[in-house]
C-alpha cells in the first residue's frame, strides 16, 4: 500500500486546488452567489463549470473514454479532498454527488445503448441526476431487503412502477433517474434497477423534504409511482439485479463522500487556526493557549486517520475489491471527524464560528447528515462486527502479494 502519487497525479490536485482558491472561495462571502436553498445559484454554477472544463478539471470520476480524467480511486480520494475546501466545489467540476456515483455505476453496468442514452447526458454536465431507493417507514431504508416499491411485469416486456420514495437527493432537478424497485421476493435477486425520464408518465414528486439544510440541488424528495411504465431496454444489468447495482454504486459513493468530507474538514481546521493566530483573550493569544492546541491538533490526527482509512478503501477498489470493510470503516470515521471538526471550529472562533461570517455553520448543518446518509453509523459498525464474526483474526490480515 504505497500511496506515493505521481507528479501528473500532484499537477492535477495543485491545479484544482489553485482553482478552488480563485475562483470558487471567494464567492461564499457573496450572498447573491447562493440559491433559495443555499447552494450556489445557476448562473455563478454556469461560468465556473465553463472555467472548470476549459481547464480540463471536468468528471474526474471517470475513465477518459466517457469523457473524464481517468485517476482511478485514489486519484479521485487526493483531488476530491483538494476540491471540497470550499462547500461549492464538487459540483463545479461535475463530481458532486448523487450526479458522480450514477455516472460511475452506469460506466460499469450500463450497454453502449444505455451509456449514450442515460450517462452521456450527465457527464456532460447537460442535465442532473438521481438515485431513487429509499423509502418511507415500513418500506427500505439502509436494509433494501425491507423494499416496498414493486415493479410489476407487463405482457409486452415492460414494467410498471407502483409504491413511494423519499429522501431522493437532487430529484428536482432531476432529468435521468435511477430506481430500484422489487419485482420478486427473493432475498437475494427480487430487486432490479432502471433507468427512467423524468419526463415520462405515471409519477410524480409529492413534496421537497423541508431539512436541516443545506441542501444539494434539487433537494431531498419523496415520490410516488402510480404505474411509470419502464421499457426492457432500460433496465441496468439485468432482471434480479438489482441489489448487484446497488452494490456497485454505494461502495464508491459512500468513498466518495468520505473523500469530500475531508476537505471540508480540512478548510474548518484552516477557519479554526486563522482566526487563533490573531484573536487574543484575558491576554493570550488563542494559538497559545494549551486547550486549543489539544484541540485542534485531536482534529489533525482524527484527519489523517481518516485519510489513510478513505485511501486504503480507494487502493481496495482500484485494485478490483469490493472494499466493504474498507468503506465502512472510512464512512464512520469519515463522517465523525467532519463533525467534530465543524463543531471544534465554531467553538474556537465562538460568536463568529455561530454567525454566518465564515462557512463554518453551513459545513457544521451539514455534517450532521453525514452519519446518515449511505447507511447510519450504527449500520456500517453492524456490518464490521459480522465480518469479524465471519473472519475472526483474519479481520486484520496483511494483503499478500507476489514474490519472496
Not at 427473493?186 to 423541508?210: E, N, Q, S, Y
Request: hydrophobic residues 40%; proline residues 5%; aromatic residues 8%.
Amino acid at each position: 500500500m504505497d500511496f506515493t502519487i505521481s507528479p501528473a497525479l500532484e499537477d492535477l490536485r495543485r491545479r484544482i486546488g489553485a482553482f478552488v482558491d480563485r475562483e470558487i472561495i471567494p464567492l461564499e462571502a457573496d450572498p447573491a452567489a447562493y440559491d433559495a436553498h443555499e447552494n450556489i445559484a445557476p448562473a455563478p454554477l454556469a461560468r465556473l463549470r465553463e472555467k472548470a472544463r476549459a481547464e480540463g478539471l471536468w468528471n474526474l470520476q471517470l475513465k477518459p473514454e466517457s469523457g473524464g480524467l481517468g485517476v482511478g480511486r485514489v486519484g479521485m480520494a487526493v483531488c476530491y479532498t483538494e476540491m471540497n475546501r470550499s462547500i461549492f466545489g464538487p459540483v463545479v467540476f461535475n463530481s458532486a454527488a448523487p450526479d458522480d456515483g450514477n455516472m460511475m455505476v452506469l460506466e460499469a453496468v450500463g450497454t453502449p445503448e444505455q451509456k449514450a442514452k442515460w450517462l452521456a447526458p450527465i457527464a456532460s454536465g447537460t442535465v442532473r441526476s438521481a438515485f431513487v431507493m429509499t423509502e418511507p417507514h415500513p418500506g427500505g431504508g439502509s436494509d433494501p431487503g425491507m423494499m416496498l416499491t414493486r415493479a410489476e411485469k407487463q405482457p409486452n416486456g415492460s414494467y410498471r412502477i407502483y409504491g413511494r420514495k423519499w429522501f431522493i437527493t437532487g430529484a428536482e432537478e432531476a432529468a435521468h433517474l435511477i430506481l430500484v424497485a422489487r419485482t420478486s421476493d427473493d432475498p437475494r435477486t427480487g430487486l432490479t434497477a432502471f433507468a427512467f425520464h423524468r419526463d415520462a408518465p405515471g409519477w410524480r414528486i409529492v413534496r421537497r423534504i423541508p431539512i436541516m439544510g443545506p441542501e444539494e440541488h434539487g433537494g431531498h424528495c419523496e415520490l410516488e409511482f402510480d404505474g411509470l411504465e419502464i421499457p426492457p431496454e432500460d433496465v441496468l444489468l439485468g432482471e434480479g439485479k438489482g441489489l448487484r447495482v446497488t452494490q456497485i454504486r454505494l461502495g464508491p459513493a459512500r468513498l466518495t463522500h468520505c473523500m469530500r468530507w475531508l476537505g471540508l474538514a480540512m478548510r474548518c481546521v484552516e477557519i479554526a487556526r486563522e482566526y487563533a493566530d490573531v484573536r487574543y483573550g484575558f491576554g493570550v493569544r488563542l494559538a497559545d493557549r494549551e486547550s486549543v492546541q489539544t484541540l485542534l491538533g485531536r482534529i489533525a490526527m482524527d484527519i489523517e486517520i481518516s485519510r489513510l482509512l478513505t485511501m486504503k478503501a480507494a487502493w481496495e477498489l482500484d485494485r478490483g475489491g469490493l472494499a466493504r470493510k474498507e468503506v465502512s470503516m472510512a464512512k464512520i470515521k469519515a463522517a465523525n471527524t467532519l463533525h467534530l471538526a465543524a463543531d471544534s471550529a465554531i467553538q474556537i472562533n465562538g460568536a463568529r464560528g455561530y454567525s454566518k461570517d465564515t462557512v463554518l455553520e453551513w459545513i457544521y448543518r451539514y455534517a450532521r447528515q453525514a452519519r446518515l446518509v449511505d447507511g447510519a453509523d450504527a449500520v456500517h459498525e453492524m456490518v464490521l462486527n459480522r465480518f469479524l464474526e465471519k473472519e475472526e483474526r483474519a479481520f486484520w490480515n496483511w494483503p499478500v502479494g507476489e514474490g519472496a
